[in-house]
């Protein structure tokens, strides 16, 4: 039955069109790590159904998403003052062609790695890529660049960036942000040393996909490092978004919400208050009810969706815990799977919240990933190079834990594309297979 349900979320949640064996996005064509494919590898390990491992000129925190036979990554270099597009030939892990772009200004980072959180999103004819200060860019699967936008101002937050592109219908939708002092307006140098003037602001913004061209912007007080995710409620597609203050702000709950617009205009159609803290993860939708998690010791809310203004009334639930999320979950039938960044797996129920594992020993190490759900397993990626493998049941059980080369490390996610598992560490790019 949880398959079941699973499959049928996946359909309903499909506003990106993709075939079914593309991972076009950051967290799949869905934007919610489903994915409809059986028979995947369970178990692995450096040389255990392996099909092919390529070396990784600098570490990085992005996902690769995967359309047909490429493998599109971001990565950056020289300190941040060179950001590339990669791509890569997924029958053996052959580097076709890099894009990079170079940007002289100084930019907060968090461990010399954040400057390119950002995963691609793709499509048949493009590639979009957001270097966070540096601008977006639109790239054809040849490399050849359709259009830019260097004048989205300078993002300066000590822990980077994280929101990817969305692409939906003729848009490109980013969250550009976060930012530690919103308003602050400065000269910065953008990328080839273009000179801009421009506000730090968090902003939604919308383009046209073919020109880039600006269609709506929406200005908000507060960033977060979440991706916006589009779903339809009673028939219509609604863009989530969850933000908060940083920890140089105190929490104000007339201005941390979980939100919902419409992803053709930008109009703001209700929020619902309850964030207290860093958002690092991105929105989940099923069963007409939307959960989203505080990071940093932060909340964790759910409500359901359907109303306008102020939805506030409509939560079901609200945990004020103080726990660390940096990766996303998954809503499976009626129920809800996190790991936290600690490596704590749990299971909520839906409607109530309440909490219904009980973990007495984490199974594997820190993590920053998140989930990905695929005939009935959930696969998280480990900061250490596991990967935990979990039953997606609320019953708690460890199907496997799978670990990579020692040294290994990584803050990326599972990306999965016809039968095959993409891994990005700090140092590899892997490719996991059954060897047939």
């Known amino acids: 039955m949880q398959r079941i349900i699973a499959m049928l979320i996946l359909l309903s949640l499909g506003n ?18 489903y994915c409809a494919e059986k028979n995947l590898p369970l178990k692995w390990s450096a040389k255990e159904n392996v099909k092919w491992k390529v070396k990784l000129a600098d570490p990085g925190n992005s996902t ?65 890529v957001s270097f966070a200060s540096a601008g977006m860019y639109c790239y054809d699967h040849d490399g050849k660049e359709l259009w830019k936008r260097t004048d989205l101002g300078h993002w300066e937050h000590g822990f980077g960036n994280g929101a990817s592109p969305v692409l939906y219908e003729n848009l490109v939708i980013l969250w550009c942000g976060p930012n530690a002092h919103p308003g602050k307006d400065e000269k910065v ?30 200005d908000e007080k507060h960033g977060s490092w979440s991706t916006p995710l589009i779903v339809k409620v009673n028939g219509q597609d609604q863009l989530l978004l969850g933000y908060g203050p940083d920890a140089k702000n105190k929490p104000d709950p007339d201005t941390n919400y979980l939100k919902g617009f419409d992803p053709k205009t930008g109009k703001e159609l209700w929020f619902c208050r309850g964030l207290n803290s860093f958002v690092y993860t991105s929105p989940l939708f099923a069963n007409g009810v939307a959960v989203q998690m505080s990071g940093y010791g932060g909340s964790a809310l759910a409500v359901k969706l359907g109303g306008s203004g102020d939805i506030t009334k409509e939560r079901l639930w609200l945990h004020p815990k103080n726990i660390q999320r940096v990766g996303s979950g998954m809503i499976i039938g009626d129920h809800v799977y996190m790991v936290d960044e600690n490596g704590t797996p749990r299971c909520y129920e839906l409607t109530s919240g309440k909490e219904l ?56 996610s599972v990306a999965i594309s016809n039968g095959e598992i993409f891994l990005r560490t700090f140092n590899n790019l892997w490719c996991i297979a059954e060897k047939k």
């Open 64 to 128: 690769p998403v995967i359309w047909g036979d490429k493998i599109f990554l971001t990565q950056a270099s020289k300190a941040g003052a060179v950001r590339s597009l990669l791509c890569f030939a997924r029958a053996d892990g052959k580097l076709l062609w890099q894009k990079d772009v170079e940007y002289s200004h100084k930019e907060q980072n968090w461990g010399g790695i954040t400057w390119t959180n950002a995963s691609a999103a793709v499509d048949d004819k493009r590639v979009v």
């Open 189 to 218: 140098d953008n990328a080839k040393g273009k000179k801009a003037t421009k506000g730090a602001r968090n902003v939604l913004l919308a383009v046209d996909k073919n020109t880039g061209k600006t269609v709506w912007e929406n």
């Open 16 to 33: 990106l069109a993709s075939r079914a064996d593309d991972w076009p996005a950051w967290r799949g064509p869905t934007g919610q790590g």
């Open 357 to 412: 594992w009980e973990v007495a020993t984490r199974p594997a190490g820190m993590t920053w990933g998140s989930m990905v759900h695929a005939d009935g397993r959930l696969y998280i990626f480990m900061r250490q190079g596991e990967t935990l493998v979990l039953n997606a049941s609320p019953k708690y059980e460890v199907l496997a834990v799978n670990r990579l080369d020692k040294g290994e490390q990584t803050n990326a």
